[in-house]
């Protein structure tokens, strides 16, 4: 008997249960007694909690999407969090198998990162290169029925009809063309469609479909970032983009920068993972996008993407390791054509992929892209200046005559990452900071409860703290000015920004010494590059006549700002353009046109690259920029003027 | 309690026995009770029996290769044989699961369709076509390692290599060599070999592996006859063949002709079957010939196929219904090249197919490839025919300028097929045969002892009975001299050609007057689409200065017999050239060099199609032909000359 109740308990009291964690979809067995943080822990998911699982910092909150659980009580969730089924991960016991969505990963808002008005706005800059000329067309026929005297195979009236009409010769034909032709033609008496996918170096047919005005052809231009993938779903006829979305590289579980990435893929089967994370992220934004504009996936016949050189290796699942080991040559730059369903992507079985070349291991496609947002390749007189302040910062001088670049390890600050409060620019985002009177105004995406800062928050946060004498040169708090302000948190002192009841999480939201520490290593970083490639170009700054500046800070960059700050140089205001996600403006310029694919990968090849690593000059220039704006104060005459009138009042 | 006796008496006595066909590889579940031939029937396999299941014609014998049987006592089948596991399908009770081998369908002997010898002694013929300049080519390449000043990507490096070295440029590159470029250059230390296809439009780099010297590369050439497949494992750098595989095309069990296949065909799952059963049969041929030459299939990248369109579209899994509904047209004739596991076929992940390109839907690729073993294509002076005497009957006439075609339905007959002890030309076929002093010798293949007749052997039996007297020229038997010859079989009359004691299966081997109806017709329809192709040409016989005639006879078709039965015309003998299995020596052709595939498609679109249904004259001209050799004797000069100083006698 005793036997036999023991097996029903075990029945009743499961000693394992199933968590699976959205956005990542990754799902582990965990025993009865765990907390949800020892779950995430064990899944290796990066979700980071400051209190060290006390339940006080609030870091590790959690959405519950389906099962039971039990959480403690804790003051750092408020209880209407607590009423939608929120929950601190470290709190909470895992009772039941349950669904746990991790809010700091969870979808991006998307008119944040990707705004069509925006992107119109941009469109003079980038005219020279905006043109409807995919490779991806889609051409109309009528074949004429056969009879005995005129009894060509379907094959060969396909052929002579696009030689005549078209003057199309010598083309490829898929297999699975070939294999529908016959019915294809039959059933619609000789009215069809077909596709075409013409490459530099052949034309090939992809597609026979039935003929019909509504039926139209798209591509996906996207932009894969370290941390955040973007795309856009485009009529391929009209170059029209019809919808757009954007989330988490869901890769970040495996680490948040490429080089833990290149290290984590070190085991075949981890370099598949990766690939796989990779493209289940662009599968999913590609469904929604598709989705959301009523387009079949069958539908969509042609992808383009960028990404730094680590992000193409893992998106085409090829070996990142010699990257980031010396000599660090990269399996290639310039990507040839490549079938979409080989890289595991759902879209037309006959699909293909371009990606933008990237000039070597640490100037990416995303660069080479981006440069399309700019008249540098087609100026040969004035000078401009590119910066991609992204997870790293790369920036390019030069014209249509010369180009000169460089890499910089600026980190993701200015994306959100490695700061306390800091995310992406997305709903709930304070995107911009002043400070009048003593007191702090903000605005923050979709006008909600502010949740973090995004990059241009925290460089208006920054330059506003320093001008008005919060922060000091360092970058310390000025406990004088300060202290009413200062809070102490598990980080150290932190300079309020909102109170706890006030924010969305009901968490305070600060800034501690070590975020604007960060900041001010990150700003260090790029603007030291651009001084030493600027040296390396024998140009000084009043030689440049355009800067550019791209990277992931959201749409409302304050260029004076970033100016106070030391991020860009002390130069005429009007010189600035921001350009926002140019790789990805820059990846849909080229699936419209293979022209500039091919004009990318010249640049690729006449484009001068100076490392950094080995540049004498880099490590003394990137000291002196660890001051807020820099150490040399006349590097910035005018944050020095508006500088010295403040502190002088 | 009862109920408990019933199930094991269920569990020891199976119902149901599953039977494997070799060499089919077909399975079927029966009740026990069911004969071999029942389960023969339901899973519709082509094994005939002429007593219709009485067990005295011998014809259902089978071979039982595993499982336990029981057979009633048959005169039809000797000791020996059964001591050999042989048994008649017909008299053996199914008790068992049991693997059956059919040897009407066994695997043929290579020696007799492929005789390496022979094809030596044609090589003059081809000469003009034969090259080795496949469009596969391995080539071998040093890499020299990067260093941080020369640090191009992988890719590029091997680029630059190709163009500076072999001034090779505008590759493409397959993703699966991008996949691996990285560690096969590391380790080997830069040393590798590159794969590469070069087609008409455009190049591809298809593998890169270590280089070795010994490393070799393959192609298969094959031929996909209606009733036979057959194959060579080619080495693709020095042409030489390596070994040669042929067996029943396994599709037979759906159809014996192509108007079968293709009403077989009109369901989906069945086009797919039929598919599946042709590239089964093809695989199982290639593993075999890369096995006994030692090299592996992943070696193996380049594959070359002929046959007519019926089969070539079934290989490629093409609606083949549109070739038999008027107006008979296919889905091509000029067959772009495909990747060989689009096919299903068994060789390196890369490798590519290419098939001889048909005329039109009866006159097909193995008719284009069979005229690269002639001069018709290079001479512009002499006028050859070209007479392909397979399952169907195709003509060729003209010369480098001009070229007329036409098929006829010949019919398998001297492929041995629809012939009571008609068989293929292998192992225990008899291939020659004399009467001389009213006795008949005869030689077999290997000399075993005989199983049956191929068409040469058919061929000399028919003019030997014809000009000795034994059969009328209405191909009745003269019973006055063949009386004593004349057994009586469950179809007729039949001449004996030997005892059942001293043939291979212990049935007596005869020849029916319907098996002679059946050759005389065929020889009919092939003369007169003769004489309508050459009246079509306004060309007499005289004009021709060679004749080359192909088909599946087996290798020692003797010419003069053929005359003397009025297959061939009466002219002078050495105009005649033999060309045996002409369809597989144009595929090995087209294998080794891409000037001889285009050379196949030219004549695809300058050669005139006579159809023949639609050709007032075709009937008469058949009907005329209807008698040995023919209604005009005078058509047969040394032929009547023949006859009648023998009848003389």
């Known amino acids: 008997m005793k036997t036999k109740i023991n097996k029903e308990k075990s029945r009743k009291v499961k000693k394992e249960f199933k968590m699976t964690f959205l956005p990542f979809e990754t799902s582990i067995e965990v025993p009865s007694g765990n907390s949800i943080l020892d779950a995430v822990n064990k899944a290796n998911l990066p979700l980071k909690t400051t209190c060290g699982g006390k339940g ?92 005995l005297e005129d009894n060509y195979s379907d094959l060969k009236r396909l052929e002579l009809k696009l030689r005549k009409r078209f003057a199309l010769d010598n083309l490829n034909c898929e297999y699975s063309v070939l294999k529908k032709l016959a019915h294809v033609v039959r059933e619609n008496n000789g009215k069809i469609s077909i596709v075409l996918f013409t490459s530099d170096k052949y034309k090939t047919i992809i597609d026979v479909i039935p003929q019909s005005a509504e039926k139209r052809i798209y591509g996906i231009a996207c932009d894969i970032g370290t941390s955040t993938v973007a795309l856009h779903l485009v009529d391929l006829q009209s170059g029209k983009i019809l919808s757009s979305c954007s989330s988490f590289n869901q890769q970040i579980k495996c680490g948040e920068d490429v080089i833990s990435r290149i290290n984590y893929a070190q085991r075949p089967e981890r370099l598949q993972e990766l690939h796989d994370l990779a493209v289940g992220t662009i599968n999913h934004l590609i469904h929604k996008a598709a989705d959301s504009a009523g387009v079949s996936s069958s539908d969509i016949y042609y992808t383009s993407f960028s990404g730094n ?25 310039q990507v040839p054509t490549v079938l979409s369903r080989d890289m595991g992507l759902n879209i037309n079985h006959e699909g293909r992929t371009v990606c933008a070349a990237s000039v070597g291991s640490y100037v990416g496609g995303d660069i080479t892209a981006g440069l399309l947002c700019t008249p540098i390749l087609r100026d040969s007189e004035k000078i401009s200046l590119f910066i991609d302040a992204g997870t790293n910062g790369e920036l390019v001088v030069g014209n249509k005559d010369w180009l000169m670049t460089c890499a910089c390890s600026a980190g993701p600050a200015f994306e959100g990452t490695g700061i306390k409060c800091g995310m992406p620019a997305s709903e709930g985002a304070i995107e911009g900071i002043r400070i009048h009177d003593g007191k702090l105004d903000y605005k923050a995406i979709d006008d909600t409860k502010p949740k973090g800062l995004c990059g241009s928050g925290l460089i208006d946060l920054l330059a506003e703290l320093f001008i008005h004498g919060y922060v000091d040169r360092r970058g310390k708090f000025s406990m004088k000015k300060a202290k009413k302000k200062i809070v102490e948190t598990e980080e150290g002192k932190g300079f309020l920004i909102e109170q706890g009841k006030h924010s969305f999480w009901g968490k305070e939201l600060v800034i501690t010494e070590n975020d604007i520490s960060h900041l001010i290593r990150t700003k260090g970083a790029v603007y030291s590059a651009c001084s030493v490639l600027l040296k390396g170009a024998g140009l000084s700054l009043d030689k440049i006549d355009s800067f550019y500046v791209a990277g992931g800070f959201g749409q409302h960059l304050k260029v004076e700002n970033a100016i106070r700050i030391g991020l860009l140089p002390d130069v005429d205001r009007s010189k600035f353009h921001y350009l926002g996600n140019s790789s990805l403006i820059g990846a849909y310029l080229i699936l419209l046109s293979n022209k500039n694919k091919d004009f990318v990968n010249e640049i690729t090849d006449k484009i001068t690259y100076i490392e950094l690593n080995t540049e004498p000059t880099y490590m003394n220039e990137y000291t002196g920029a660890l001051f807020l704006p820099h150490t040399e104060m006349d590097l910035f005459p005018s944050v020095k003027k508006l500088f010295s009138s403040i502190t002088d009042e």
């Open 56 to 147: 006080t910092c609030g870091d590790c909150v959690v959405q519950i999407m389906s099962g039971n659980y039990q959480s403690k009580p804790s003051t750092a969730l408020s209880d209407q969090l607590q009423s939608q089924k929120y929950a601190l991960a470290c709190r909470t016991e895992v009772l039941d198998d349950l669904i746990v969505q991790i809010p700091q990963f969870q979808e991006l808002s998307i008119k944040s990162i990707i705004d069509s008005k925006f992107f119109e706005e941009q469109k003079d800059l980038i005219s020279g290169f905006y043109e409807v000329d995919p490779p991806v067309k889609k051409i109309d026929l009528e074949l004429s029925p056969p009879t």
């Open 309 to 333: 050189t680590t992000m193409t290796h893992l998106f085409l699942n090829l070996e990142p390791r010699f990257i980031r080991e010396e000599p660090y040559v990269p399996t290639l730059n």
